[in-house]
Each structure stands twice: as C-alpha cells, then as structure tokens.
C-alpha cells in the first residue's frame, strides 16, 4: 500500500519529496477519509460555540415528549442523529455545559447564552444535533415519535409513532395523526 499516493493525502503530490522522513509516518496521520462528504456548521445562539456535522444524519424528524418540551421551552423538538465521530466542536468547547436527568440523554449548550445544541444518547451510541443548531443542513423530517404525548398535533403526513422505533427500544407502534 502506498499511501502517499492516494487521494485526500496530505503527502500527495509536491510536498512528498520535502518529506524524507514521510514513510515512517503512519498512514491514518496523512489521510483525511471524510474528504469527500458534506459538512454543515452550525452555532449556538451566541456564536461563542461552533460545531460541524459531517456525512449523512441516520434519521431526522420530531419529538413530541414532555421532556423536549420541558427542555427546549417549545412544542416539539426538531431533530436530526448522528454517530457521535461525525459530530465535532470547533470552537467554544471549553463553554459547552452538560446536564443529564437520566443516562439516555446528556443534554448540552453553550453556558454564555443558554443557548441549546444536542443531546448525546449515548446507549444508542447517537447524538441528537437539534435541526435548529444547523440551520445549513437540509433537515427532511422521515418520522414524529413520542406523539403520544403530543401538545401540538402536526398533519404532516408522516408517520407518527406513539413512542420510539423497535430498534430504539420503543413498541414501534403508529398511532392517528
Ligand atoms: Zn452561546
Ligand atoms: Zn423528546
């Protein structure tokens, strides 16, 4: 395998002959496999803290539970999921606060504004990055859960569990919009 010939390498093309000592340096340190997905930016109210998803979300869509509710201030929770390595801080980490009522979601935002960013559901191994956090990313909302307990119906035509989905540990059960 030679790497330094690969495409999205940090040695590839001129910079390779000023780097004698470039084969002793491992492969993944001159790579960069996600080259070629979308990033989207986003920010916290303040801008104090910036963030970046990268790649494809694994499901988007809304949650209507009284715990969204109760955090967010608002009706439903728009959101989009992601594996926690395509989620990175950028800038303001040092401000991000974290506050976990349970241990499946550790919610967390910016402690200069209050303004909210994601929650980390770490027992399914995804982070919930709320669609209003990255406004650059083309949020197609597939499914509403938790719509049992919903305060604002919404006549979307898409699939309203009562919970979550059987892979998330829910009933996976529809009910009427
Ligand atoms: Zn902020
Ligand atoms: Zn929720």
């Given at each position: 395998m030679?790497?330094?010939?690969?495409?999205?390498?940090?040695?590839?093309?001129?910079?390779?002959?000023?780097?004698?000592?470039?084969?002793?340096?491992?492969?993944?340190?001159?790579?960069?496999?996600?080259?070629?997905?979308?990033?989207?930016?986003?920010?916290?109210?303040?801008?104090?803290?910036?963030?970046?998803?990268?790649?494809?979300?694994?499901?988007?869509?809304?949650?209507?539970?009284?715990?969204?509710?109760?955090?967010?201030?608002?009706?439903?929770?728009?959101?989009?999921?992601?594996?926690?390595?395509?989620?990175k801080f950028t800038k303001g980490e040092e401000h991000v606060a974290t506050y976990n009522k349970t241990e499946k979601s550790y919610r967390k935002w910016c402690s200069l504004c209050g303004g909210h960013l994601l929650t980390a559901h770490p027992q399914w191994d995804l982070v919930d990055v709320f669609a209003a956090t990255i406004p650059s990313f083309p949020f197609t909302p597939g499914v509403h859960v938790n719509y049992e307990m919903t305060v604002l119906p919404m006549k979307d035509g898409l699939?309203?569990?009562?919970?979550?989905?059987?892979?998330?540990?829910?009933?996976?059960?529809a009910v009427p919009e």
């Open positions: 030679v790497c330094a010939e690969q495409p999205g390498s940090a040695l590839a093309g001129a910079s390779l002959k000023s780097h004698v000592q470039a084969r002793a340096i491992p492969c993944i340190m001159v790579t960069f496999p996600v080259m070629s997905e979308t990033s989207y930016a986003g920010q916290c109210f303040c801008g104090a803290v910036e963030l970046v998803v990268t790649g494809e979300a694994l499901g988007a869509g809304y949650c209507h539970c009284e715990s969204c509710r109760s955090w967010s201030g608002g009706p439903v929770n728009a959101f989009t999921l992601w594996k926690p390595g395509a989620v699939p309203k569990l009562k919970d979550f989905p059987t892979e998330l540990g829910g009933t996976g059960e």
